[in-house]
């Protein structure tokens, strides 16, 4: 079993709609977890990081993990098209220097 | 706003020649990391680097490897002898205080691809 699965898409969505990206891990030593989003032929940029179970909002995105079930959600609330990019999830263990990424998934927003 | 920038931003070569691949951080950043993403792959952590020497590295990060910071700008990736796996974008990032595996906040450079024939 990989140590992080993400759903590689690709997910099209239309503008104003309501997206869910997800990422299940195995190691449960994670205990920060990192959305971050990346354009085409750019490095990845952090949009949110969260820490232990629960739920953390900023603007249109809100995060939320579940450690119970190893289980972490980005949803992004009125998608628009500058939102199209690949969306990959991290994590890291306490302690350690290295983020364990996902494969990220590939989201278009449709005007 | 201050950014990582990488250079080359393409390289070709050679199965067995040795690559360098540069990097300048942020400039008031103290840990600095390489990350590779084989195409179609998950980036996937090399090495970080604080104080002037290797603080953590991954399996990946053997022999063929090696990292240095030649003056106070630069941090560098040095790969011997490439083989056509090695084949990738490799990026940079940068942290101030170290705590880029807490809180995700590591600054990304545009990333190098390194195309080995």
């Known amino acids: 079993q990989k140590e992080v699965e993400q759903d590689p898409g690709p997910l099209s969505v239309p503008e104003g709609a309501i997206v869910s990206l997800n990422c299940t891990y195995s190691?449960?030593?994670?205990?920060?977890f990192m959305w971050y989003r990346q354009y085409s032929r750019k490095g990845p940029e952090l949009l949110m990081y969260t820490y232990s179970s629960g739920n953390k909002e900023d603007g249109r995105f809100t995060a939320q993990v579940d450690k119970s079930s190893k289980y972490i959600s980005l949803f992004i609330r009125d998608s628009q098209p500058s939102d199209s990019a690949t969306y990959l999830c991290a994590m890291s263990v306490f302690g350690n220097e290295k983020l364990t990424f996902g494969t990220g998934t590939r989201l278009t927003i449709i005007p | 706003e201050p950014e990582v920038t990488q250079t080359p931003s393409h390289q070709v070569t050679q199965m067995g020649q040795e690559v360098i691949l540069r990097c300048v951080p942020i400039s008031n950043h103290l840990y600095f990391y390489w990350y590779r993403q084989i195409l179609g792959q998950k980036v996937e952590f090399l090495v970080s680097?604080?104080?002037?020497?290797?603080?953590?590295k991954s399996e990946i990060f053997d022999d063929q490897f090696s990292v240095e910071r030649p003056d106070g700008s630069n941090f560098t990736l040095k790969i011997r002898s490439t083989k056509l796996e090695d084949s990738a974008m490799y990026f940079c990032?940068?942290?101030?205080?170290?705590?880029?595996?807490?809180?995700?906040?590591?600054?990304f450079g545009e990333g190098s691809r390194l195309t080995v024939l």
């Open positions: 680097f604080y104080n002037n020497e290797i603080s953590e």
């Open positions: 190691n449960s030593a994670f205990q920060y």
């Open positions: 990032a940068s942290s101030h205080l170290g705590q880029g595996a807490r809180t995700g906040e590591l600054f």
